[in-house]
Each structure stands twice: as C-alpha cells, then as structure tokens.
C-alpha cells in the first residue's frame, strides 16, 4: 500500500497527551501535512505551540485555506447531495452498471488520499429503487484487489455479497451480477466485505441504497449525506473527517434551502475507526425516523447519534431564512472537517 504521508502520527496519541495544554490540534497539525485544515496560512518553521494555539482559537470555524477542485476528483459534494441514480429499466428489472476502481482523490485542500471507489466516486452512487422492484446490479472489479458489493437489506445468502458465499470475492479484471428484490422499505447502504473489512471500507467502497415505500413519501428537498473519515497516514485513525467526503465542502458553499420548505435528509454512517458518528443542527429540530423502515418518526431531537452503519431519515423544515450552522457533535470531528451550513432563502 502505497504511504501519501510518511509520518506516521496517531491522532489520539496527541490529542491525548496534549491535553492539559489545549493545544493538540495545533500540535496535530505542525507534525503531518494538513496545516491548511483549520484557516491559517502555513506558519514559519519553529513558531512556538503557544502562538499556533492562539492562532488556531482567532480562527472561529473558518473551515479550510483553499478548496477541493471537483473537476480534479471527477465528483462534487454539492451535487452528490441530491444525485439518485435510479438505474435502467429492463423488462422490469432496475439495472445498474458498478465499477470499483483505484482513484487518487483530494479529501482537504491540499490532501490527497489514495481511494477505492465505486464508479470513480466516494461516496459510490446514491442507489434508488422502489419496494418490491427487482434490482440487477453487474459488478465490475476495475482494481488490482479482490472487492465485492454487500447490500443491506433482505435477500437470499448467494447474493449477500461476502467471501466464499455465492460468487464470493470478485477478482480483479472479473464480473458478476447481483440479482434481488427491494425490501425492506426504507434507508440502507452497500459496501465492499472483502477482508481486510475496515480497510476496504475506509478506502470509499461505500454508498447509500434507497428503498422507497410503495405509496413514496411526501414530497420534500431530498440531501444524501454520507459521513466519513480518511486515515491519511494509515494508523488506524482519521486525521480527516466530512460529509460527502470533501472536509468543510458546505462550509465555503452553504447548502441552499427554501424557508418553510420540507428537507430530507438521507444520513449514513460508514466511518470507520471510531465507534459511533453524529448530526447536529443548530436553531431547529428534525423528526427521526431510525433506518427509515417506519413511516413515524421515533424522535423529535435536534442531535443523532449513529454507530458504524447506522443511518436513519430527517425531516425538517427552516421557519427563518438565514445561514445555520450543521456538524458532528463530536468537536474533534467537526474541526477535522465535518461541519458545514444550511442557507436558507424564501
């Protein structure tokens, strides 16, 4: 596997033993290239910590120096957000063509990262179909390691897409279909299970499954966020976390909305190498409804928290126009990138 950083830094280590002095972002940030994460310029060489601290605290959630060209990585965050790809149909079959690939990609301004995507995109296309449509997927592997499509949901064991099941692994150059019906109804996703798990995962095999009721649901601006995170040194910890991939991608660009308007939000966890992921909103409240297999919501809360594959439906909508702030309400987490606004206009 081919180093993009070699120094080899943990992340926690640091902000571990950093503690007591408030500084261990700061201090993060002087020892592996992501300097332009949190809006400073690169400092001169043997600036004191303290006065990285203070610059860093003057910074006030400014997001990252610089942003991601789109056109380089061949996807944007923005678009991503309301892109569902519903397939082919054929002979009433929903078909779809996946490829999974080798991609170098730029996750923060000036971070790259050496990616497995669907595609060519991270996260992989946002699959929709409708309860009890028969789904088709030709899977492709493009790479030079062994990958495979797992979709959650109900289906038979030979198309569970894990290792010595079925076709089981699907090796590089080589092909197969995936064949099953859409159920149950409500928010899923699908990934690589080929082992290692956590690194075929954490390297962008992923993507969000749409099962649609029978009768739909009302009508409303619909978002997919994917939340994620890189290990760009490859310890086992992320030193970069977004939605959508792209670190601070709605900070700069806000999301755009209508007041009073219903806003759905599509929301899969798929980080790896932490335990649990989370959303807040500030100045509002969503209606939850867990996995979206149930048509009324469990909550009305303005904070989620998921574990790894957990995802679930949000509904909302913004009684006053202005820019609200969204993030993981995890503070290491929305400092590393995953943060960003809502603008709402009439």
């Given at each position: 596997?081919?180093?993009?950083?070699?120094?080899?830094?943990?992340?926690?280590?640091?902000?571990?033993?950093?503690?007591?002095?408030?500084?261990?972002?700061?201090?993060?940030?002087?020892?592996?290239?992501?300097?332009?994460?949190?809006g400073q310029e690169a400092e001169a060489a043997g600036e004191h910590i303290a006065e990285r601290h203070a610059?860093?605290?003057?910074a006030g959630h400014i997001g990252g120096v610089g942003s991601v060209d789109a056109r380089t990585n061949g996807f944007d965050p923005h678009e991503i957000l309301r892109d569902f790809d519903e397939g082919t149909l054929r002979g009433g079959v929903r078909e779809w063509e996946i490829v999974a690939e080798e991609k170098e990609i730029e996750v923060a301004p000036g971070v790259r990262y050496a990616a497995w995507a669907y595609n060519g995109r991270v996260p992989g296309p946002t699959l929709r179909a409708r309860e009890g449509d028969r789904l088709r997927i030709?899977?492709?592997?493009?790479?030079?390691h062994p990958h495979t499509m797992h979709f959650h949901g109900i289906h038979r064991a030979a198309e569970d897409g894990v290792p010595r099941i079925g076709p089981g692994n699907i090796l590089p150059g080589e092909s197969t279909v995936y064949d099953f019906d859409a159920t149950p109804f409500g928010l899923h996703l699908y990934h690589c299970h080929s082992t290692p798990l956590a690194e075929h995962i954490a390297k962008g095999l992923y993507g969000a499954f749409v099962i649609d009721p029978k009768d739909g649901r009302p009508p409303a601006d619909e978002l997919v966020m994917v939340m994620n995170g890189f290990d760009t040194n490859f310890d086992r910890s992320n030193e970069v976390y977004g939605v959508n991939t792209v670190a601070f991608a709605y900070m700069d660009e806000p999301i755009r909305v209508k007041r009073d308007e219903l806003v759905r939000i599509y929301l899969v966890n798929v980080l790896e190498f932490d335990f649990v992921n989370s959303f807040h909103i500030h100045a509002n409240f969503f209606d939850y409804f867990p996995t979206g297999t149930r048509l009324e919501p469990r909550d009305f809360t303005d904070t989620v928290v998921l574990g790894q594959g957990e995802r679930g439906i949000l509904e909302l909508r913004f009684p006053y126009p202005?820019?609200?702030?969204?993030?993981?309400?995890?503070?290491?987490?929305?400092e590393l990138g995953w943060m960003g606004f809502f603008e709402v206009t009439d």
């Open positions: 596997m081919r180093k993009l950083w070699e120094n080899k830094v943990s992340r926690r280590r640091l902000i571990g033993g950093a503690a007591a002095t408030g500084a261990a972002l700061p201090v993060l940030h002087g020892l592996v290239p992501h300097e332009g994460l949190h610059a860093h605290r003057g030709r899977f492709t592997n493009g790479s030079s202005g820019k609200y702030m969204f993030h993981a309400h995890v503070s290491e987490f929305a």
